[in-house]
Every structure is written in C-alpha cells, then in structure tokens.
C-alpha cells in the first residue's frame, strides 16, 4: 500500500480473516496475497480465451474477458487511490469479478442457466465465488484459493435472495448476508462494481466501432458520447476516424472516473460516515453524480440496442447458444473422462462446473468432435 488509507477503506490489518486460518504472509498483506493467488489461478489464465461482446475468434483485437478485467482494474485502482481505498483489494476483486463467466459470454450463461432449470440454475456471479471457494485445486490444505471475506464478498456482485440463503446456511453470517440484511459491502466492492460498468461501456465503443457493426455517427447520436467527441473536435479540428474514437472514449473515461471521485466524496461527507463498520449501513457510496448516471445509462441502453442485439452478434450467440446446450446433454447422458464430479454435487452441477470453465474455442471443439455440425463461421468483422 503506498498511500494512506481513508478510515472508510478496507484495511488488510483488519481482515474478517479467510475460511481456513493461515499464516500471514512474510512479506504481503492478505488482499495482496489474495491478488497473487487469482492470478496463478487455472481460471485467470482461462480469461484471455473467453469472449466479452465479441468471439475470441472473431478477431484478435477485441476485448476478452481478460483484457476486460485488467481494465476494470487498472479504473478501479486509479479511483482507489484518489479516495483513499485499498488499491490492492480493488485489483484483487477486479481481477477475480469474472472468473465464472461461462465460454461465450451471456449467451453462454443464459444456455447454461436454461440447461440448470430445476437444478438450482447457473449464474456467474456466484459461480465466481465457487471457483475461487471450490473449484480451484492448487493448494493441499483446502480446495479453492481461500481468499479473504472482503475479497470473495466483492466477487460476489449479485446474488438472489434464494442463493443468498443456501449461502448463509453453509456460512452464518458470510457473505450471503448483505443479500438478506440488505446491507451494502465494502466501498471498494463497490467500486469494482462501477469500474465494471465505465470499462466495457467505453471498450464496446470502441471494439463496436472497430467492428464495424455500429458506426462513429450512430454512437454521436449518444448525448455522453457526443459530448466528449465534440470537445475532442474543439481541441483538433481536423481529427477523424480511429483517433477520434480513442480520443473521445478518452476524455469520456476521465470525465466518469472524475466524476465518481467528486460524487463520491460529497455522498460520503453526506452520510456522515466515521468509520469503515458504518459502511454497510449507508448505502450505496460510490457512484456517479446524477447526470451521470443518466447518461451513463444511454450509452448502456444504446449499447444493447445496436451492438449486443445486431443480427451479426446475435447469429453468433444463437450458435454459441447451441453449443452449449448440445454439450450439456451429451454430458449429462454420458460424462467425459475429464469431469470431476464432487461429494454432494448433483451430476448436472458437475456438467455445469465443467461447461463454465471451458474457453471458447476449448467448446467449439468439444462440440465438433462429437460430432456438432456447427462450423462458427466468423462474423464479417473488419476488427482491428
Ligand atoms: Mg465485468
């Protein structure tokens, strides 16, 4: 840690400790342990073959849910460090956020989820949390990476009030909890969160862009978007194509990351909050001034309406879809050698595990050696 800690931030010194107890570490704090152990793990690595908008194969230039989660990151620990909170707990979370994205991405979840209807359902928040508590085998003593409680509640963006509660029987007052007590985590949980959101709006932006599948005159049609291309004009008249892209998502990444630096800083003076116990009771800290939200908003809404249901991407996730599915009966019907399945795991849940930690182009040809008659034929991107 190289900046002073504001008396909200987590502090390491002050950990709600891991599920199985360990020496501390000689020379890290616990949450840079923690950061160290989920990037050594087999899920990290698995990152940079998963797909955020775009199929890993659909071009080597577009953002993947690894590439994805250094940025979230690298937001994350810049804001960190402005207000005081604990960067190497932001990188920890960051890094860990979505390490159970299915192959695919949504698509992926959402055929998954679809295949587990009556078997407790797949969801990838949690099933984050299951890599780094269970499905990780690295270390003797336990299975998973026994992170910290402050790092696992972070992953745990989301959860249903249902899963919530099969969470806090296995682990009283874990991190189920704030699902049921309605309390909020940590502020650098709940920066990950937000970081989350300004990384892939600007990135599909840009990889959307770059694409080819939405244009620079449809994202100007965006007030958020417009704004920051506009100043980018004022500045270099004479500035198009990719450069401005890059400089207008530029200086609308700096406006948002200074933007929840100020809001926050005047929500928690208006909260009145002392100490990091009192965090869980105020709500909702970090965030965007209210314009912002607004216009952070639009540019989702505007983002799901032209690139995440263009007919080119949906194409690609209705296969990615099939996949999936196919994969999921056939191991169900017949489980392959290389699944492991766990004591008290249904043999759905086992299949499930296996799918989610598969990377794209690993289900692409699974599925065609047993014969799946897809061929994934890339989208006609001009990527690059
Ligand atoms: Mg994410």
Do not use: W
Not at 249 to 276: E, K, N
Not at 289 to 304: C, N, P, Q, V
């Amino acid at each position: 840690m190289n900046h002073a800690l504001h008396p909200l931030a987590s502090d390491p010194r002050h950990t709600r400790g891991r599920r199985f107890a360990e020496a501390p570490a000689p020379t890290r704090s616990d949450f840079q342990r923690d950061r160290d152990r989920i990037v050594h793990s087999t899920a990290f690595r698995r990152l940079v073959y998963k797909t955020q908008v775009f199929l890993n194969h659909e071009g080597d230039l577009f953002r993947t849910r690894l590439t994805h989660s250094l940025e979230v990151a690298q937001l994350g620990r810049s804001i960190a460090r402005s207000l005081g909170l604990c960067e190497d707990l932001v990188e920890a979370i960051a890094l860990a956020h979505d390490l159970g994205h299915t192959p695919f991405g949504h698509a992926g979840q959402d055929a998954l989820h679809a295949c587990m209807q009556g078997h407790g359902g797949f969801e990838h928040n949690l099933q984050s949390l299951r890599v780094v508590d269970v499905l990780e085998e690295r270390y003797p003593a336990f299975d998973g990476l026994n992170l910290c409680f402050e790092t696992r509640e972070g992953i745990l963006k989301h959860c249903s009030r249902a899963h919530a509660q099969v969470l806090e029987l296995a682990e009283p007052g874990g991190v189920g909890q704030r699902f049921l007590a309605g309390t909020a985590p940590s502020l650098e949980a709940q920066l990950c969160n937000l970081a989350d959101e300004i990384a892939y709006n600007a990135h599909d932006v840009d990889d959307g862009v770059r694409s080819g599948l939405i244009t620079l005159e449809q994202v100007a049609s965006v007030p958020l978007f417009d704004r920051f291309m506009r100043e980018a004009l004022a500045a270099h008249p004479r500035l198009q194509g990719r450069r401005l892209l890059f400089e207008s998502i530029r200086l609308m990444l700096s406006a948002q990351v200074y933007d929840v630096i100020d809001a926050t800083r005047a929500a928690v003076l208006a909260a009145g909050v002392q100490h990091r116990d009192e965090v869980a009771g105020a709500g909702v800290l970090v965030r965007f001034s209210a314009g912002m939200r607004a216009e952070s908003t639009e540019l989702k809404r505007f983002l799901f309406q032209n690139l995440y249901r263009h007919p080119q991407v949906e194409q690609s996730m209705d296969d990615a879809r099939q996949v999936v599915r196919e994969l999921f009966a056939a191991y169900v019907a017949e489980p392959p050698a290389a699944l492991s399945r766990r004591d008290g795991d249904t043999a759905e849940r086992a299949v499930a595990d296996y799918i989610a930690g598969m990377t794209d182009r690993y289900a692409i040809s699974a599925h065609q050696q047993m014969g799946g008659q897809l061929r994934f034929e890339p989208a006609a991107v001009t990527g690059g």
